[in-house]
């Protein structure tokens, strides 16, 4: 895998890159890095370039001192992909990067051929009045004896396998990074106005869902509705973390769906 960074228009965004054919870009949730796709990479890297940005804030990605937003972030998608010279891309995203991935299928219906939504909310006015009386998903208060660490690492416990703290270390590391902003992106998502944009994606799309994913399982009827001709797919025994949990399955299922025509 290669790093590099691109300009964009509110900073440097910074991606890894493997592989050659067709290109597909891989986008992660709040508040993970490129990393959460480490072991998809060189699953999908033998058939295909394979593309997975750090997301303006996170990662090694510039961290834009306006209000964060998901049309931010699309911007920051946007111009990569112009960056790099591509005039069409498959666009995979998972979470936060699922709502991302969507509002570039629909400001770019040229550009984007394939979809596919992982564990993808839908983002309504319903779900963002509850949402709004919830608390946040990752904001821990900042304390100077590190006691935040273990706060965070506790909040995110429940999503994660009891047999793979490793996984859960990988969160925590991207979520530090992010420092003081970590839950921004979760805001971003539930200001985003899905039920306006949804209906503008063209592109040929996959709703798949970690069946242990009770986040986001219950919106894929919702998603297949308001996408003509969007296809299901269920990753089994899986839940929030289906990307690195199972990167073989999750691959699979990604490689066969872009394989496929009609």
């Known amino acids: 895998m290669r790093k590099a960074y691109a300009d964009t228009r509110h900073g440097q965004i910074h991606y890894v890159e493997a592989g050659s054919g067709a290109p597909v870009l891989l986008l992660h949730q709040t508040p993970r890095s490129w990393d959460e796709y480490r072991d998809v990479i060189p699953l999908l890297a033998r058939t295909r370039r394979v593309i997975a940005p750090d997301t303006l804030g996170f990662g090694s990605s510039d961290v834009p001192t306006v209000p964060w937003s998901i049309e931010l972030f699309a911007d920051g998608v946007v111009d990569l992909i112009g960056d790099l010279g591509l005039s069409a ?78 996984l859960l270390r990988r969160l925590v590391t991207d979520a530090v990074k992010v420092g003081d902003r970590v839950e921004e992106g979760h805001r971003a998502v539930n200001a985003y106005r899905m039920e306006d944009r949804i209906s503008l994606v063209g592109a040929r799309t996959l709703v798949v869902c970690g069946d242990l994913d009770g986040y986001s399982l219950p919106d894929i009827p919702r998603l297949l509705a308001a996408i003509p001709g969007a296809r299901e797919a269920v990753l089994h025994n899986v839940g929030v973390p289906s990307v690195d949990a199972d990167p073989a399955q999750f691959a699979a299922v990604v490689e066969e769906f872009l394989s496929a025509r009609g």
């Open 89 to 166: 891309v498959a666009l995979v995203g998972h979470h936060t990067g699922g709502v991302v991935a969507l509002e570039v299928a629909a400001r770019e219906p040229d550009l984007v051929e394939a979809l596919v939504l992982s564990g993808t909310p839908y983002v309504d006015a319903d779900r963002r009045a509850r949402v709004a009386t919830q608390p946040g998903i990752d904001e821990v208060p900042i304390s100077d004896d590190g006691s935040h660490y273990q706060l965070l690492w506790n909040k995110r416990r429940d999503f994660y396998p009891a047999d793979r703290p490793d």
